[in-house]
């Protein structure tokens, strides 16, 4: 089972509804169904590292991402594990196993120091009986997901490693990046296994990547934390050949 996590109040309501609202599958919904729904969410935080829930657990719940980064993520039977997409503040996970019923299909990890709104399960469903127009946006939810898999599956087969390594941290330096005087630092400390996983790959090829772009003046890899000096370089990696 997941680990114990805290529950509070951090966020008021009118955050709530801010960070509700702000994903597509409620932008449309009329303003007192968006204050029932506020009403009843939970704020959840985890510790870095803390597990949100594991494959095989019950699910019952719909996550909002307020801050930090959770990871999604499944295990092989040798327990090599896949990074599936880490979620990032305004990102909603969890709709799966809403919706069915069913256990969670991946385990889900803190990454950093994360804060979360909660909405649950049976809360969600009677939104969904008084409001049917939100099916329209829940089944493009899923078929984003569905390009999500797709794009991952595509990019394993037609893309070596350098292209791919190249992709995802300029993904995450959009989602995560700041200026600096030497570059753009990716504000998400991420140890290089956790890279590895992103990728499906071993620890030992990021890091052999890594120290080629560095030599090579592209990115600094220090305490965990990436900076990239040449995205124009990382770009021209990442394109298709």
């Given at each position: 089972?997941?680990?114990?996590?805290?529950?509070?109040?951090?966020?008021?309501?009118?955050?709530?509804?801010?960070?509700?609202?702000?994903?597509?599958?409620?932008?449309?919904?009329?303003?007192?169904?968006?204050?029932?729904?506020?009403?009843?969410s939970?704020?959840?935080?985890?510790?870095r590292?803390?597990?949100?829930?594991?494959?095989?657990?019950e699910?019952?719940?719909?996550?909002?991402v307020s801050?930090g980064?959770?990871?999604?993520?499944v295990?092989?039977?040798?327990?090599?594990?896949?990074?599936?997409?880490?979620?990032e503040?305004?990102?909603?996970?969890?709709?799966?196993a809403?919706?069915?019923?069913?256990?969670?299909?991946?385990?889900?990890?803190?990454?950093?120091?994360?804060?979360?709104?909660?909405?649950?399960?049976a809360d969600?469903?009677?939104?969904?009986?008084?409001?049917?127009?939100?099916?329209?946006?829940?089944?493009?939810?899923?078929?984003?997901?569905?390009?999500?898999?797709?794009?991952?599956?595509?990019?394993?087969?037609?893309?070596?490693?350098r292209?791919?390594?190249?992709?995802?941290?300029l993904?995450?330096?959009?989602?995560h990046?700041?200026?600096?005087?030497?570059?753009?630092?990716?504000?998400l400390?991420?140890?290089?296994?956790e890279?590895?996983?992103?990728?499906?790959?071993?620890?030992?090829?990021?890091?052999?990547?890594?120290?080629?772009?560095?030599r090579?003046?592209?990115?600094?890899?220090?305490?965990?934390?990436?900076?990239?000096?040449?995205?124009d370089?990382?770009?021209?990696?990442?394109?298709?050949?």
């Amino acid at each position: 089972m997941a680990a114990a996590t805290k529950t509070g109040s951090t966020l008021g309501p009118e955050e709530r509804a801010a960070l509700i609202r702000g994903h597509f599958l409620f932008s449309e919904i009329e303003p007192r169904l968006l204050d029932s729904l506020v009403r009843t969410s939970r704020v959840q935080r985890l510790g870095r590292g803390e597990t949100l829930f594991r494959q095989g657990d019950e699910g019952g719940a719909l996550y909002a991402v307020s801050s930090g980064a959770i990871r999604i993520s499944v295990s092989g039977a040798e327990g090599k594990e896949l990074t599936l997409a880490l979620m990032e503040p305004g990102d909603v996970f969890g709709e799966i196993a809403l919706l069915d019923g069913l256990q969670r299909t991946a385990d889900a990890r803190a990454v950093e120091k994360s804060e979360m709104v909660v909405i649950h399960r049976a809360d969600f469903l009677a939104l969904l009986e008084r409001e049917p127009k939100l099916a329209r946006p829940i089944i493009e939810m899923l078929c984003e997901r569905l390009r999500q898999t797709n794009e991952f599956v595509i990019d394993a087969a037609f893309l070596d490693l350098r292209a791919r390594l190249a992709k995802r941290l300029l993904s995450l330096a959009i989602a995560h990046g700041y200026d600096t005087d030497d570059g753009t630092r990716i504000g998400l400390k991420l140890s290089q296994s956790e890279i590895a996983q992103l990728l499906g790959v071993t620890r030992e090829a990021v890091n052999k990547q890594l120290n080629a772009w560095a030599r090579d003046g592209i990115l600094t890899f220090e305490a965990g934390y990436l900076t990239l000096q040449k995205q124009d370089v990382l770009k021209a990696l990442s394109a298709p050949r």
